[in-house]
């Protein structure tokens, strides 16, 4: 919030100083009207006022430092009569004179001034004193290893590319007013630390001298941002399978039509308070109640798509249906899948689905023992892909609190792992290669 006071710019965010409301008395809260003197509009509920408008801070005084105070008034007073004034035949009476001083109206101006801007100086130099003692990406650049710890980006170059994506875009912030007390870099920072490492808001808070509020007003704010960017508009489109096939790694050599390796994963919530949503969000599979979200990934390890989260219960063919991954497939393409998607019946035409053998003899026959090494062989990497995402703190719990942000959460973080060194080595020599040409 900003003080009330017309010409002063100090900030809640921003300066070390107290902000004091207005007196509830009416009477009082006139008084400080008057002396204010804002002409523009008449204070509110919010409306605060600072301390340093207040002599040595204390709100009791009243607010009487303004750099309107240009006048002084100076009173003179006759000396008080004693008992041998008696015979003075003319009596002297007390007057009020007021007095005209230029000089002394600008030395008023000046000690006024003069006072603020020592407060300010005050005020800063411990701002500047918190913000050298706070948490920093400039702490940790340079050391990769704390960059991946903190952030589960790979190096300072990765974190930058992706602060370079955001920093321009307008920021519409969770709480409705802006956050001027932490640098954008450091905004990103938090966010990603909130998502790897999960601390307590009041952690947080403390690391970056800030208050839990603007903690929360920076997470909400800059996880929107993220999934804007990376879920809607970097993973917008799915490559299709021709374009696999410029990367194919070895053990997709016997599925060259692959588009898509697929595979459900949950993720433990907080017990709901309804019993509706506790039934729902149930897994018998988990014994617990738990979200859950479908991955896809391409042959060459890169996560190109995400699904919302549903309630644990669903089974995987409803996850498949409803989340509309189907509508990415095209006639020729091959879906890669565990035993337990059931869902032949409800592919697009022209798409085929591959799934380990069913076990309907004592024991697999060579040529089914081949064919669930094959497919196995392919499915690591959904299952190493899945592993990726869980590593982010944040989802190891979903509390109730942040159950509306759950699916941006789960999915912010699925596509932060494309930031990361690729899980194939086929691959990552593949682009090696393919820039050094460049």
């Known amino acids: 919030m900003m003080c009330f006071a017309p010409e002063c710019k100090h900030y809640s965010e921003k300066h070390m100083c107290k902000f004091f ?38 709100k009791q005084n009243g607010p009487t430092l303004f750099l309107h105070n240009v006048k002084k008034r100076l009173v003179f007073h006759s000396p008080p ?40 100086v005050v005020q800063l130099t411990s701002q500047l004193n918190h913000l050298e003692m706070s948490f920093s990406f400039k702490h940790i650049e340079d050391k990769d290893d704390l960059v991946v710890l903190y952030t589960g980006l790979p190096n300072k170059k990765i974190f930058l590319s992706v602060f370079n994506l955001l920093k321009n875009i307008d920021k519409n912030y ?13 905004q990103l920072f938090l966010t990603l630390l909130k998502l790897r490492q999960n601390p307590p808001h009041k952690d947080l808070a403390l690391r970056f001298n800030c208050s839990s509020a603007t903690v929360t007003n920076i997470f909400v704010t800059w996880l929107h941002l993220l999934h804007e960017i990376i879920c809607c508009t970097l993973m917008k489109s799915v490559p299709s399978r021709h374009k696999n096939e410029a990367c194919l790694p070895n053990c997709f050599s016997v599925f ?13 919530s907080e017990i709901p308070h309804s019993l509706k949503n506790k039934r729902d969000t149930y897994s ?3 014994h617990r109640n738990t979200l859950k979200g479908l991955v896809g990934v391409a042959p060459n390890g890169v996560i190109t798509y995400i699904s919302p989260l549903y ?9 498949v249906q409803h989340s509309g991954i189907l509508n990415i497939f095209e006639p020729g393409d091959l879906i890669l899948a565990d035993k337990g ?14 799934i380990p053998p069913f076990l309907c003899q004592p024991q697999f026959t060579p040529h089914q023992i081949i064919q669930t090494r094959n497919i196995a062989r392919a499915r690591i990497h959904v299952e190493r892909a899945i592993r990726r995402c869980k590593a982010y703190k944040i989802l190891h ?3 109730q609190n942040l159950m509306p942000l759950a699916t941006k959460i789960w999915q912010v973080c699925g596509g932060l792992t494309n930031f990361q060194f690729p899980l194939i080595k086929e691959v990552e020599t593949y682009y090696q290669d393919k820039s050094e040409d460049i």
């Open 397 to 399: 719990l979903i509390p």
């Open 311 to 319: 309630p644990g219960s669903t089974s995987d063919k409803k996850v």
């Open 256 to 268: 060259p039509n692959a588009r898509m390796v697929i595979d459900c994963t949950e993720i433990y």
């Open 21 to 58: 409301t207005f007196p509830k008395n009416v009477k009082e809260r006139k008084r400080w009207i008057k002396l204010i003197r804002r002409a523009d509009r008449d204070p509110n509920d919010g409306s605060r006022i600072c301390s340093c408008h207040f002599k040595d801070g204390v």
């Open 341 to 354: 998607f059931l869902i032949t019946d409800i592919l697009p035409a022209g798409v085929s689905l591959n």
């Open 81 to 120: 009569k004693g008992n041998n004034e008696t015979n003075v035949t003319t009596e002297i009476e007390e007057e009020t004179v007021l007095v005209s001083v230029p000089s002394t109206s600008s030395s008023v101006l000046a000690e006024a001034e003069n006072m603020l801007l020592q407060k300010e």
């Open 284 to 286: 018998h599979y988990k």
């Open 174 to 186: 969770y709480l409705g007013w802006n956050v001027t007390c932490v640098s954008d870099i450091d």
